[in-house]
């Protein structure tokens, strides 16, 4: 069974710095890994999407990278900044023998103070 | 450009009571979801649907049921409900199951029940 884990928690950083989260999974059968972020109150939007073929994708300052073979993905925020606060959660997916579903991390809680 | 909808926002119940959750999408999405969201649980699928005419038990079905109405449309009903299923509701839509694009999140639907 597939499990997903993301540490630490909760992290705290000023603003400026660079930070990268960590999310682990346990079988490395993925289709694809997805980084979500989770704004307090509201729904999941989702950041990046890498398919289990690439190493890594860029939005802007994010990028996400894959290994497989170690079952782990970052997720590195450059020159973080105050809007950057939320949870951000990654997902492995696309398990054939399970119709393709994502299983979630239980994400991890940035704060970025002035 | 409203993406998914959820309907209610809010909902207080009391136990035994029945109810039923809304959800579209406007993207010709064939894939939908309904996760639940628990502090120290993250997100666990209840059901999913990965086309018209189809639906599929998740993690945690128990005390659920779904109906996919249309292409658009994706129904949670809680039959009697029951102070555990007290959660955050998100309905979810993709454009396959299977090896699964981006994920696209209503905004939530908050439930108590007492």
């Known amino acids: 069974k597939q499990e997903v884990t993301q540490i630490p928690a909760a992290l705290s950083v000023p603003e400026g710095e660079n930070l990268v989260l960590n999310c682990s999974f346990t079988d490395s059968a993925i289709y694809n890994l997805q980084w979500f972020r989770q704004d307090p109150g509201k729904g999941l939007t989702s950041l990046l999407l890498?398919?289990?073929?690439?190493r890594e994708q860029t939005s802007g300052r994010l990028n996400a990278s894959l290994d497989k073979s170690s079952g782990r993905s970052t997720l590195y925020i450059a020159a973080s900044q105050p809007g950057d606060s939320a949870t951000y959660l990654c997902a492995a997916g696309g398990f054939y023998n399970q119709g393709g579903k994502l299983i979630f991390g239980q994400g991890t809680e940035l704060s970025v103070k002035p | 450009n409203a993406g998914v909808t959820q309907t209610p926002k809010f909902q207080v119940l009391k136990t035994g009571q029945s109810m039923t959750l809304q959800c579209a999408q406007d993207m010709n999405h064939n894939s939908m979801y309904w996760y639940r969201q628990d502090p120290g649980m993250g997100l666990r699928l209840i059901y999913y649907s990965a086309s018209e005419g189809t639906t599929d038990k998740g993690e945690v079905p128990n005390g659920y049921n779904v109906s996919r109405l249309n292409k658009r449309e994706f129904s949670l009903r809680l039959e009697s409900a029951a102070p555990s299923q007290t959660s955050v509701y998100f309905c979810?839509?993709?454009?396959?199951?299977?090896?699964?694009?981006?994920?696209?999140f209503g905004e939530g639907s908050r439930l108590t029940v007492l």
């Open positions: 979810a839509s993709s454009v396959r199951t299977l090896n699964t694009g981006e994920l696209f």
């Open positions: 890498i398919q289990s073929s690439q």
